[in-house]
């Protein structure tokens, strides 16, 4: 059983930051990715960064180069440091995690998921 709870939302203008926590707690091995999965209002949940059991960090294309992936294991928190915000991010941000994934970014593999952290950005 794995327990994710996200922070680190709120409101911000464009070209802003934000942070975005996850405390993981339960049973995580060196089995599992964790990852960062967002959804728009009608449109269908993405997946945004994702860091794998090797330590590879993974990208979809809009946000390479403002988004980065960590994790503290010191204090089993996954993040997600967002910088140069546009009002196309806007969403409700999940953190996830999953065993055995293959593909990286895709959420039909990820089984355990926080209960979403939303993130406005106003132009």
């Known amino acids: 059983q794995v327990q994710l709870v996200e922070s680190g939302g709120g409101s911000v203008q464009a070209g802003g930051s934000l942070r975005l926590s996850c405390v993981v707690s339960g049973s995580v091995d060196r089995s599992y990715s964790m990852g960062w999965f967002r959804e728009a209002p009608g449109k269908e949940r993405e997946g945004v960064a994702v860091i794998d059991t090797s330590g590879r960090t993974h990208y979809t294309d809009s946000v390479k180069g403002r988004f980065s992936i960590s994790k503290d294991n010191a204090k089993n928190t996954l993040l997600l440091q967002m910088d140069s915000l546009k009002p196309e991010d806007t969403a409700l941000y999940y953190c996830?995690?999953?065993?055995?994934?293959?593909?990286?970014?895709?959420?039909?593999?990820?089984?355990?998921w926080g209960q979403g952290t939303q993130v406005i950005v106003n132009s």
């Open positions: 996830a995690a999953g065993r055995y994934v293959a593909d990286h970014l895709a959420k039909i593999e990820y089984t355990s």
